[in-house]
């Protein structure tokens, strides 16, 4: 994950853990990414690619990115085709709050193919509750509008939704509006956050709740989209199931590999661990190529489930958790915050992805499963 613009956003949406960065990470000016610190990032991430890698992805992400501007990401266009090779496919995503997106934009996204993830919480009033701007004004209109110009630029989007108090009791309604809105790759992140005391905030999604939510979401999900939407923890699930590894980093035996890159070239081992203590280095001292492969690093990654809390050692779902995100764990030997709500949602839903997974062996598709249930359930 590249963070140019550093903790710095337009909005200050309430459980924003991020914005509040700024008095923690370096102060270069405007906490923005020199030219030198952008040209040495593109060089050696595209550099440190294996000679078989045929394709490079940049994740750009804050903060707020396009505060930054076309003229900084049109730079960056141009040092990553100085330093690709031929044969390597160099991909772009940005995720962003959509507030600032316009036609000068929307031009140059269409133009260089970036996938673009629009962080939005559902309707209106469940996303304005939390996210807001500097002067306490729900930012949704204004979310609305930047979709409309990926729209009419055709841009390519997914969403990327928070699960909070606030609307964790709606996860039908939350579907049925990103489905109205056009989304048909749905990413969904439980707010978990501590306050300065230690203690978990109020605006945390109550853990039975994200699983009830999911199961929702699951619900709406296979009455009519499965095959046309797709929803990661979903896929994850059917992948596993596979005999995969986990697609999402905080259901993986092992973490570290979504290492964070700030505007200054510092370098820490997860953008959840963005403290002095996890910080890897900088790409201007060492190169990434070597922070990524120092020992450190792997040990951090390992550290995740070496070893695992003994209730969750005991657990029937380890392999579709192995215990989250150590973040969101009150200690080394506790297991996650979000332990029930997962027990929850693994327990409902996993005979219907076992199905799934079964109808893919057969040659079918995952939408195979839901005709065999319906035609079985029919007799």
């Known amino acids: 994950m590249i963070k140019p613009q550093g903790p710095v956003c337009n909005l200050d949406c309430t459980y924003c853990y991020y914005t509040k960065k700024t008095k923690e990470l370096p102060h270069e000016p405007g906490f923005r990414m020199s030219d030198a610190t952008l040209e040495a990032l593109v ?10 890698a045929t394709e490079v992805q940049f994740a750009w992400q804050g903060g707020e990115p396009t505060l930054l501007g076309v003229a900084f990401f049109e730079r960056a266009m141009t040092l990553q085709a100085r330093y690709s090779r031929p044969g390597l496919r160099i991909l772009n995503s940005l995720q962003t709050n959509g507030t600032l997106l316009d036609d000068s934009w929307g031009e140059f996204l269409a133009r260089n193919d970036f996938l673009v993830g629009l962080s939005i919480d559902g309707p209106k009033e469940l996303h304005d509750h939390f996210r807001k701007d500097h002067s306490g004004r729900g930012s949704f209109d204004e979310v609305m509008r930047g979709l409309a110009v990926l729209k009419r630029h055709r841009v390519e989007f997914n969403t990327l939704t ?120 900088n790409l201007r001292e060492a190169s990434l190529s070597e922070l990524v492969a120092a020992p450190e690093q792997i040990g951090f990654g390992d550290a995740k489930s070496k070893p695992l809390p003994a209730e969750c050692r005991r657990c029937s779902f380890v392999e579709f958790c192995y215990g989250g995100c150590p973040a969101r764990r009150p200690g080394a030997d506790r297991p996650s915050y979000l332990c029930e709500g997962y027990k929850r949602f693994f327990s409902r839903s996993l005979p219907t992805f076992e199905a799934m997974a079964a109808a893919i062996r057969r040659g079918g598709t995952a939408s195979d499963a839901l005709r065999r249930s319906n035609s079985t359930s029919d007799v």
Not at 43 to 52: D, F, K
Request: charged share 20%; net charge neutral.
């Open 162 to 281: 928070t699960i909070h108090r606030a609307n964790a009791r709606h996860g039908r309604r939350v579907y049925e509006f990103l489905r109205s809105i056009g989304s048909d790759f749905m990413q969904f992140i439980p707010v978990v956050e501590r306050e300065p005391s230690g203690a978990w905030s109020p605006r945390s999604v109550p853990s039975a709740q994200y699983g009830d939510f999911m199961l929702q979401v699951l619900e709406r999900w296979k009455a009519q989209d499965v095959g046309r939407v797709y929803v990661s923890a979903f896929e994850m699930m059917i992948g596993i199931l596979l005999g995969l590894p986990a697609s999402l980093c905080v259901h993986a035996e092992t973490c570290g590999r979504n290492i964070a890159v700030e505007h200054d070239g510092s370098v820490f081992r997860c953008d959840h661990f963005v403290f002095p203590t996890h910080r890897a280095g």
């Open 43 to 52: 060089s050696q991430y595209i550099g440190g690619q294996p000679p078989e």
